[in-house]
């Protein structure tokens, strides 16, 4: 696991979706325990889907006085991911993608994204999605991986942070409870098994 320097991160500017206002990361934690969903793209499908698992976990959170943040790294698209009602928390923008740099979340290449993009992980939560009545698009940056970043209120520590590997890579439920030292009763969506007729869409 790569080595979150939290006071550098933690200078970088996010802007609110809401609000338009631009805000350093570190105010996120400064005063209470964070939960940092990094999304690939607002329009991704499999994000909305994992945005709105995440979100099982929402009132959790809240009783507990942690907060829940999706991050996206272009405004693109931000706007039907807020109206499709798929992440419970805050939504904000790095758009220089500076946090996603210093994360180590990766970028694809043109070449490497195709084969990622069509993984059985991936295909798997994409026919999930669908019978979710979850869709997605194509639009904005396809190039670039998310993760997730947990940090302690105040800043702290860090709890957890995660470096997706494949586009269909999430941190389960029960490990952000758990990172975070608070019970859940939410329930992990079933990923669907793979077979031909689910996953050639």
């Known amino acids: 696991m790569a080595k979150v320097d939290l006071v550098k991160v933690g200078k970088n500017l996010l802007k609110s979706f809401d609000s338009g206002e631009a805000v350093e990361l570190q105010s996120l934690w400064k005063d209470q325990p964070v939960v940092l969903f990094f999304l690939r793209r607002f329009g991704c499908q499999v994000c909305r889907w994992m945005a709105s698992e995440i979100s099982k976990l929402e009132p959790d959170l809240k009783a507990a006085g942690v907060s829940l943040v ?16 798929f992440f419970k928390g805050s939504i904000y923008v790095d758009e220089q993608k500076k946090s996603y740099k210093d994360l180590s979340f990766k970028r694809y290449t043109a070449l490497s994204v195709v084969p990622a993009a ?15 009545g979850i869709q997605g698009n194509f639009s904005g940056d396809l190039l670039q991986s998310g993760g997730m970043l947990i940090v302690a209120k105040g800043g702290e520590k860090v709890l957890l942070h995660f470096i997706q590997d494949s586009p269909g890579d ?6 952000v409870s758990k990172a975070l030292g608070i019970s859940s009763s939410a329930k992990a969506g079933q990923k669907p098994v793979c077979n031909d007729d689910v996953c050639t869409r």
């Open 170 to 175: 999430l941190v389960p439920l029960e490990d």
């Open 118 to 132: 069509l993984g059985k992980k991936v295909r798997d939560i994409a026919a999930k999605a669908s019978a979710d």
């Open 70 to 85: 999706g991050v996206g790294p272009e405004e693109f698209g931000a706007q039907e991911f807020k109206e499709g009602g």
